[in-house]
């Protein structure tokens, strides 16, 4: 069975810092793209992040580049997201998705997310 | 403000037929391809149609999907109370800032 839990949430102070964390089973996660998706209270989907197979390419929301860092253990089938410099419009759930990126022949991106974990709550706030 | 333009809402009732619409441009729909994904309250999303028009495995055929030029199209047939749910389409935008985008969301009510 294919399963992903988040695990790092939690209560932290605006300009604070925090580390999400992942660990995937049941799907070769060492070849898969990897994606942390984000849900603030009461809005819609953010795509917040990726990361391909091996670590070297990573893509980041204008919101967050600069201010997180997005790694991976393949050793250990686990991905990290590590947070600088919170703000509150960062309060959200976050979920760890594998991230199904590549083109056809046409060129044409598929880029979908098939497994999602149940999400992890970060709030920021005094 | 999404980048994908999705209604807010759509509603029929039991047995009907419903389409949720996802409007983007030439630099995400227009290039690529285009998913959707079904959240009930409190749950994680999960896909429901990707590559514009395929099921994963276990997703009945009432859901379908489709695109034409820079928009697609998600049509849910013989609504069932069970569907009533958010909905939201996703694909890759190919623009300056490169990213995946999200349309933002359309609640379907089942009257």
């Known amino acids: 069975e294919m399963q992903v839990v988040e695990s790092g949430g939690g209560l932290v102070q605006p300009g604070g810092s925090l580390t999400l964390s992942c660990t995937a089973s049941g799907f070769t996660f060492g070849a898969s793209w990897m994606s942390w998706v984000r849900q603030a209270p009461g809005k819609g989907l953010e795509w917040v992040a990726n990361?391909?197979?091996?670590?070297?390419?990573?893509h980041y929301v204008e919101s967050v580049k600069a201010r997180w860092t997005l790694s991976r253990d393949n050793a250990e089938n686990s991905l990290s997201l590590e947070m600088y410099d919170l703000r509150a419009e960062d309060t959200a759930v976050y979920y760890c998705?594998?991230?199904?990126?590549?083109?056809?022949?046409?060129?044409?991106?598929?880029?979908?997310?098939?497994?999602w974990g149940q999400g992890t709550l970060v709030t920021v706030s005094p | 403000q999404s980048v994908l333009t999705q209604p807010p809402s759509v509603s029929a009732a039991p047995g009907q037929k419903v389409t949720i619409s996802c409007s983007g441009s030439?630099?995400?729909?227009?290039?690529?391809?285009v998913s959707w994904y079904q959240q009930f309250p409190g749950k994680a999303p999960k896909l429901l149609i990707y590559?514009?028009?395929r099921r994963p495995s276990g997703i009945p055929d009432r859901f379908s999907g489709s695109k034409s030029g820079t928009s697609a199209t998600l049509a849910i047939t013989g609504l069932q109370a069970g569907d009533e749910a958010v909905y939201y389409c996703?694909?890759?935008?190919?623009?300056?800032?490169?990213?995946?985008?999200f349309g933002g969301g359309t609640e379907v009510i089942v009257l």
């Open positions: 998705v594998r991230c199904r990126n590549y083109f056809d022949s046409r060129g044409q991106k598929r880029f979908y997310f098939d497994y």
């Open positions: 030439s630099s995400n729909i227009g290039k690529n391809y």
């Open positions: 996703g694909t890759w935008d190919d623009s300056l800032n490169t990213g995946g985008v």
């Open positions: 990361i391909q197979p091996e670590g070297h390419e990573k």
């Open positions: 590559d514009n028009n």
